[in-house]
């Protein structure tokens, strides 16, 4: 990829690549980093559309120059996204072109000068009048809550290209690629769904408003903050987001258990083993103690069918599965089928009744039998634990 790849003619991205951040909001892992993707238009008027976070600031400024030379200037800042990795830059770019106008809806430009103190050379827009740089007219769409309040969508009818804020993005850098047709998909989808199920996924019904409005755009080209531009068939992750955002999940299931000395981890498996061996193709198991949240939590949202195993620990529910378990709550995880094992020494049904008051609370169906073991694992329970897992794959039918 070029320091200032074209999108179109007119249009460049200006974006650049972190690979020195290993956790994403301080909370989620990048393996392979993350882009921050920042946008050029150039016309009679030059718009960039979102910026950088702040450390990345001088190697934007490069890209800038790169397109429109070293005594060009940018007339627009447009902020769809307030968060500081897409919004770090905005010191830097009002001390370099000083006539620059930030623009952005009224609850944007109030986090401007909460974050920035700028509140001067601003334009406020709404989703009545587009902003016209000459040949390309942008117009604007709010999609407040995906993620934060103030989110909004910035549309260029003339070559029918969507830049879209952190709707519609992924983990992961560019590695000579930036469109969506230099691509494995099945990688993309594995990051695409992690990123959303960690940063998105408890705003799912904002989601499904947004993409209500998104598709009344006639749309060709779909440009992310982060993760690949879409030229090829932006089709593709506008379904993916509906899919992920209804929660309808596929056909398989997620696996996850916490176990201090393997026995608890006999029953995941051999729910796992009677899931595959009853026609379920797509089956995870994961230990969450050793598993981060992030990947457990991706998994979860992909697939309809869960079973969560556990022991007891301190009369409570053994504290990795106990976490994963608030997680799923706290992203507002929907439309499960569950099955359930714990295990005790001394205190009895502990665990299965920690597990059956979440799956109440969010709706989940669980799938008998109930599986419990005291002490030391026994047969039958291992034979209860292949009848669930044999019933979950009838109930995924």
């Not at 407040?144 to 879209?164: A, D, N, R």
């Not at 598709?215 to 593709?236: A, F, M, Q």
């Not at 992920?244 to 981890?265: C, E, I, K, L, N």
Request: aromatic share 10%.
């Amino acid at each position: 990829m070029t320091s200032c790849e074209p999108i179109t003619e007119s249009i460049f991205y200006v974006g650049v690549n972190d690979r020195q951040t290993d956790l994403f909001e301080s909370l989620w892992p990048l393996p392979d980093g993350i882009a921050y993707n920042s946008y050029l238009i150039r016309d009679e008027k030059v718009a960039l559309i979102d910026a950088v976070k702040g450390s990345f600031s001088l190697e934007l400024l490069e890209k800038i120059r790169a397109v429109l030379g070293p005594s060009g200037k940018v007339d627009y800042l447009v902020i769809n996204h307030m968060e500081p990795d897409h919004s770090g830059a905005i010191g830097m770019l009002c001390a370099v072109f000083p006539e620059i106008k930030i623009v952005g809806n009224k609850k944007t430009l109030a986090m401007l000068k909460q974050f920035h103190s700028v509140g001067d050379n601003v334009v406020e827009v709404d989703e009545k009048e587009p902003l016209s740089l000459g040949r390309h007219r942008l117009s604007f769409h709010l999609i407040p809550m995906v993620h934060w309040p103030e989110t909004m969508v910035t549309y260029e009818p003339t070559e029918k290209v969507l830049f879209s804020g952190d709707a519609f993005g992924s983990y992961g850098v560019f590695s000579g690629g930036l469109f969506d047709d230099h691509l494995d998909l099945s990688l993309f989808d594995d990051e695409a769904l992690r990123y959303y199920a960690n940063i998105v996924g408890a705003f799912s019904a904002f989601v499904q408003k947004a993409l209500a409005k998104v598709r009344t755009l006639d749309l060709s080209i779909l440009c992310p903050s982060h993760g690949p531009v879409w030229r090829k068939n932006p089709g593709y992750v506008i379904e993916r987001y509906d899919e992920w955002s209804r929660q309808a999940g596929r056909r398989g299931a997620f696996v996850a258990y916490g176990s201090m000395y393997g026995q608890t981890a006999q029953l995941a498996e051999a729910v796992g083993q009677a899931l595959v061996s009853s026609g379920v193709d797509e089956v995870v198991i994961r230990d969450t103690a050793r598993t981060h949240p992030s990947y457990l939590l991706r998994d979860a949202w992909r697939y309809r069918g869960l079973a969560l195993a556990g022991c007891t620990y301190d009369m409570g529910l053994f504290p990795p599965l106990e976490a994963f378990v608030a997680l799923l709550v706290s992203k507002k995880v929907k439309n499960k089928t569950l099955g359930l094992c714990g295990s005790y020494s001394w205190s009895r049904g502990i665990v299965l009744k920690k597990l059956k008051e979440v799956a109440a609370a969010q709706g989940w169906q669980c799938v008998e039998p109930e599986v419990e073991i005291y002490g030391v694992l026994s047969e039958e329970a291992l034979a209860k634990a292949r009848e669930l897992g044999g019933n979950l794959a009838e109930s995924l039918a």
